[in-house]
T-cell receptor, first 113, second 117 residues
Framework: QKEVEQNSGPLSVPEGAIASLNCTYS??????FFWYRQYSGKSPELIMF????GDKEDGRFTAQLNKASQYVSLLIRDSQPSDSATYLC?????????????FGKGTHLIIQP | GAGVSQSPSNKVTEKGKDVELRCDPI?????LYWYRQSLGQGLEFLIY????????KSGLPSDRFSAERTGGSVSTLTIQRTQQEDSAVYLC???????????????FGEGSRLTVL
């Protein structure tokens, strides 16, 4: 049974600081990881994905993957109040005719003005 | 060109009644997923449809839950004899397999909020 673990928070970060969101996973064979953002009352939307060890940067967002330690991180630089949301970590599974994502419970991030 | 459409957006029902939730995926997306999200909880996988293949029903919590997908497009999730613990937001998502491979991006609808009194 694949599991993705996240600290539910809330994580409170002052505006302009770096927000660091972490996620661990149980399946050492997992290859692909995704970060979804979900605003209150809205549906999740994909913001980043990462397949390889190391860092991947996209604007103010950096995803980090460490397969040896089985953790994935999302860094948000220059945090803005509009970044306040729940961030869901997910890992991809494929096989047996089924493809999909296993989601963590999400981390609630609050950016304080 | 619309996104994933779900209806109703809100449903209040009495315990013991049956409910149907509808999902219209993005045109051309072959994969369709139903998830459930309870207050303060993550996304709980319910069922997955891919093309004409048999659905993956491994996430359905009980035999009161069923889903079908007609013509490879619209899907209906049915909950029979609803219980209070069924209260949640039911999210539908669709995705496209590029070159036969699932890329990992799910496009979600706005959800159907179910309240069982």
């Amino acid at each position: 049974q694949k599991e993705v673990e996240q600290n539910s928070g809330p994580l409170s970060v002052p505006e302009g600081a770096i927000a660091s969101l972490n996620c661990t996973y149980s399946d050492r064979g997992s290859q692909s990881f995704f970060w979804y953002r979900q605003y209150s009352g809205k549906s999740p939307e994909l913001i980043m994905f990462i397949y390889s060890n190391g860092d991947k940067e996209d604007g103010r967002f950096t995803a980090q993957l460490n397969k040896a330690s089985q953790y994935v991180s999302l860094l948000i630089r220059d945090s803005q109040p509009s970044d306040s949301a729940t961030y869901l970590c997910a890992e991809k599974y494929s096989g047996g005719g089924a493809d999909g994502l296993t989601f963590g419970k999400g981390t609630h991030l609050i950016i304080q003005p | 060109g619309a996104g994933v459409s779900q209806s109703p957006s809100n449903k209040v029902t009495e315990k013991g009644k049956d409910v149907e939730l509808r999902c219209d995926p993005i045109s051309g997306h072959t994969a369709l997923y139903w998830y459930r999200q309870s207050l303060g909880q993550g996304l709980e996988f319910l069922i997955y449809f891919q093309g004409n293949s048999a659905p993956d029903k491994s996430g359905l919590p009980s035999d009161r839950f069923s889903a079908e997908r007609t013509g490879g497009s619209v899907s209906t999730l049915t909950i029979q004899r609803t219980q209070q613990e069924d209260s949640a937001v039911y999210l539908c998502a669709s995705s496209l397999k590029a070159s036969g491979r699932f890329q990992g991006e799910l496009f979600f609808g706005e959800g159907s909020r179910l309240t069982v009194l």
